[in-house]
T-cell receptor
Framework: AQSVSQHNHHVILSEAASLELGCNYSYGGTVNLFWYVQYPGQHLQLLLKYFSGDPLVKGIKGFEAEFIKSKFSFNLRKPSVQWSDTAEYFCAVNAGSSASKIIFGSGTRLSIRP | GAGVSQSPSNKVTEKGKDVELRCDPISGHTALYWYRQSLGQGLEFLIYFQGNSAPDKSGLPSDRFSAERTGGSVSTLTIQRTQQEDSAVYLC??????????FGPGTRLTVL
């Protein structure tokens, strides 16, 4: 069965610091990969997704993620964080078919010190 | 409507009572998901409906949990004989075949 691991439960950074949040999945076949964000008091919303093609994916608000198939990873990055990036970030995967369920990781809470 | 809606937004119930949570997906979306979000636990997959296919119920934690999707649109998640550990935010999401999910605001369930 597919699963998603986010090893960082809570990350605290200062503004302008660089960010990398880890995401590893377990599934041997083709996958679709997602990062979602939940700002305080708001709905979950999509940051970026990977279906195929260039493994470096650009998302909204300056976020990007790199799919490394050999490492089963899809880490989220941002070169310079802002206070407004304070949120919870979720990695998600589905097993390469639009007809299969999407499984989420446990989330990483990001706190940015102004 | 423009997005996924869920009702009620908050539900407080007594242990042992049954509850029904409703989700109205985005019109035309073939897939509908229910998740449970507990403090510090992330999103726990519960059930997934895709078109007319049999739902994937593999995430339902016990037989007290069930869900229906009528006419390929509205879905109801039912929890029978609620327990305190059922307290959580229940999230619904819908998507078209390209799989990007759109989430509703959730229903916060508190079991006393």
């Amino acid at each position: 069965a597919q699963s998603v691991s986010q090893h960082n439960h809570h990350v605290i950074l200062s503004e302008a610091a660089s960010l990398e949040l880890g995401c590893n999945y377990s599934y041997g076949g083709t996958v679709n990969l997602f990062w979602y964000v939940q700002y305080p008091g708001q709905h979950l919303q999509l940051l970026l997704k990977y279906f195929s093609g260039d493994p470096l994916v650009k998302g909204i608000k300056g976020f990007e993620a790199e799919f490394i198939k050999s490492k089963f990873s899809f880490n989220l990055r941002k070169p310079s964080v802002q206070w407004s990036d304070t949120a919870e970030y979720f990695c998600a995967v589905n097993a390469g078919s639009s007809a299969s369920k999407i499984i989420f990781g446990s989330g990483t809470r990001l706190s940015i010190r102004p | 409507g423009a997005g996924v809606s869920q009702s009620p937004s908050n539900k407080v119930t007594e242990k042992g009572k049954d509850v029904e949570l409703r989700c109205d997906p985005i019109s035309g979306h073939t897939a509908l998901y229910w998740y449970r979000q507990s403090l510090g636990q992330g999103l726990e997959f519960l059930i997934y409906f895709q078109g007319n296919s049999a739902p994937d119920k593999s995430g339902l934690p016990s037989d007290r949990f069930s869900a229906e999707r009528t006419g390929g649109s509205v879905s109801t998640l039912t929890i029978q004989r609620t327990q305190q550990e059922d307290s959580a935010v229940y999230l619904c999401a819908s998507s078209s075949l390209v799989a990007t999910q759109y989430f509703g605001p959730g229903t916060r369930l508190t079991v006393l």
